[in-house]
């Protein structure tokens, strides 16, 4: 699950933090994340779970103890906490959650994206940028688009015979 792909060849690289309020990882949200590892869809750089106390503290927690049932055989994590996350990074992750809840730290890469990327570079283009769009970035951008359908019946526009 932590192998990379081969040599210098990376796709996008993202981070993803999640919070589980009741301080353990559903099977079927881990289940998802194997499937997707599986499919080649992305592969596991790093891998860890944060848990921040009660009191405030903030400890590290084993994959076999954030995940309710976890399978046995959790040998094809062996690899997955990679160091990429630094204890300052863990700090951080549990200093941002709530006493008595788990953070997931997933670092992964959209590995689906080589083969396209190989097509592409096969053909004599390469690839010039990649980035990350935010979600709310993008529902505002469409909201604006909708705001500015001429096609739109609520268009005051399509009662000055602007629009046909």
Same mark, same amino acid.
């Given at each position: 699950?932590?192998?990379?792909?081969?040599? #210098?060849?990376?796709?996008?690289?993202e981070?993803? $933090?999640?919070?589980?309020?009741?301080?353990?990882?559903?099977?079927?949200?881990?289940?998802?994340?194997?499937?997707?590892?599986?499919?080649?869809?992305?592969?596991?750089l &790093?891998?860890?779970?944060?848990?921040?106390?009660e009191d405030?503290?903030?400890?590290l $927690?084993d994959?076999? /103890?954030?995940v309710?049932?976890?399978?046995?055989?959790?040998g094809?994590? *062996?690899?997955?906490?990679?160091? *990429?996350? #630094?204890?300052?990074?863990?700090a951080?992750?549990?200093e941002?959650?709530?006493?008595?809840?788990?953070?997931? !730290?997933?670092?992964?890469e959209?590995?689906?994206?080589?083969?396209?990327? &190989?097509?592409?570079?096969?053909?004599?283009?390469?690839?010039?940028?990649?980035? @990350?769009? /935010?979600?709310? /970035?993008? !529902?505002?951008?469409?909201?604006?688009?909708?705001? &500015? /359908?001429?096609?739109d019946?609520?268009?005051?526009? @399509? #009662?000055?015979?602007? $629009? $046909?």
């Amino acid at each position: 699950m932590a192998t990379t792909t081969d040599g #210098d060849r990376l796709g996008p690289v993202e981070l993803l $933090v999640i919070e589980f309020p009741r301080g353990q990882v559903s099977g079927a949200g881990f289940a998802t994340m194997t499937e997707l590892v599986d499919r080649g869809v992305i592969a596991v750089l &790093d891998l860890e779970f944060v848990r921040r106390t009660e009191d405030g503290g903030i400890e590290l $927690v084993d994959v076999a /103890d954030a995940v309710a049932d976890a399978p046995d055989d959790l040998g094809y994590l *062996l690899g997955a906490s990679s160091g *990429l996350l #630094d204890p300052d990074d863990i700090a951080t992750v549990g200093e941002s959650i709530e006493p008595g809840c788990l953070a997931g !730290v997933l670092v992964f890469e959209h590995v689906w994206i080589l083969p396209m990327a &190989d097509a592409v570079q096969a053909g004599g283009a390469r690839v010039l940028a990649a980035a @990350r769009v /935010d979600p709310a /970035d993008l !529902v505002a951008a469409l909201d604006r688009l909708e705001a &500015d /359908d001429p096609a739109d019946p609520a268009d005051p526009r @399509r #009662d000055e015979g602007q $629009v $046909v």
